[in-house]
């Protein structure tokens, strides 16, 4: 099956890179692009696109209005969003989980991550960059907090130790591929594991496992190791 992937981004030049390479990968094609939000909701509609590859800052209605349009198009309920943008801070994170992306990467990834990513979020799963993950904490870190610590410590005991690892490198960033790679299981496998986790916690979403882990304690910012935070 062909994913069908729509680029949305003001800069030419960026699409035009962009195309070169999911043209290139066997099971993707570009099949439009948008240099404005409002044309990204038009193309997605007009083109079927399974994925959007969307910039936040754009002319006429940013990256995230237009995500907040299209995943809240039920005629557009397959398609995901996946922003790629050079601003990654805690505001453009939160929003776009909110408005429905199902992904948040920095530009400076490499050509054969944001392909791995397109992958991932086509598949169903959400996918947040290392330092949106962090953005995203920092963000939980200073707001007021009226949660109970130690509760949310007894909600980790219904996990079996093999999903609280996985979740322990969830809340490092860690992909489910990265996941797999270090506790050498099959990806698949993980993501049944975060499947099981996200049920037992009643977390809808990857990122909200990832705060339920910071809540807990599982994980502090600042703790060693390369993809620590």
Known sequence: ??????????????RGAFRLFIDNEPDMEV???AATGREAVHRAR?????VVVMDIRMPDMDGLAATRL???DEALSGVKVLILTTF????HVAEALRAGASGFLGKG????ELLDAIHVVHAGEMLLSAQATRALVTRFLTEPQGGDVQASLSRLDTLTPREREVLLLV???KSNQDIAHELVLSPVTVKTHINRAMSKLDA??????VIIAYEAGLVRPGWGGANAF
Not at 88 to 91: A, F, L, S
């Open 1 to 14: 099956m062909t994913i069908r992937v729509l680029l949305a981004d003001d800069e030419a030049l960026l």
């Open 31 to 33: 099949v439009a692009e």
């Open 46 to 50: 007009l083109q079927q696109a399974d």
């Open 70 to 72: 299209i995943c809240g």
């Open 88 to 91: 990654e801070n805690d505001r």
């Open 109 to 112: 990834v490499t050509p054969q």
């Open 171 to 173: 809340a490092r960033g």
């Open 204 to 209: 809808r979403d990857r990122a909200q496992l």
